[in-house]
């Protein structure tokens, strides 16, 4: 057998195992849309925020993705200096759809006041986020224990 025929056989062994190790699960990858979104309602960017969130969101508050996005864009620009703490609980992922248990505290800056807007320092907001699987990326598309003044 020649060299080449050998290194051809051993990339063919190797790829599965290398994308099996090396491509992320679906719960880092869950995990990672909310580092990236916790960043993004720092900045405040609306348009970030939005695009972890499905078309099709709603939740027992009778929120809806597009009044979602005008309740943000009010609120960031009321607030300064929002700085999210969370710690995820749990993840279970089930083929396309997945539940996220999130313990969350937001506090923000709004005029001359610097305090939590969301839960307390004594205790977080548990929240219950569901996700879909839409067009190979995770999306929130419900969320339970939100305020209901929200």
């Not at 090396?22 to 939005?50: C, Q």
């Amino acid at each position: 057998m020649s060299k080449k025929s050998i290194a051809l056989l051993t990339l063919l062994f190797l790829a599965p195992v290398m994308v099996h190790f090396l491509w992320p699960s679906d719960e880092a990858r869950i995990r990672k849309l909310f580092s990236e979104g916790a960043h993004a309602i720092e900045e405040r960017k609306v348009d970030d925020v939005m695009s972890r969130v499905s078309f099709n969101y709603t939740d027992d508050n009778g929120l809806s993705y597009l009044y979602l996005r005008k309740l943000m864009e009010k609120a960031f620009g009321e607030v300064k200096d929002v700085s999210v703490e969370y710690d995820i609980k749990k993840i279970n992922v089930r083929d396309e759809s997945a539940t996220a248990e999130v313990d969350v505290r937001v506090a923000a800056t709004r005029g001359p006041d610097t305090g939590y807007i969301l839960a307390d320092g004594a205790r977080p907001l548990h929240i219950r986020f569901t996700l879909d699987k839409e067009r190979m990326k995770w999306l929130v598309v419900r969320t339970e224990g939100l305020p209901h003044w929200l």
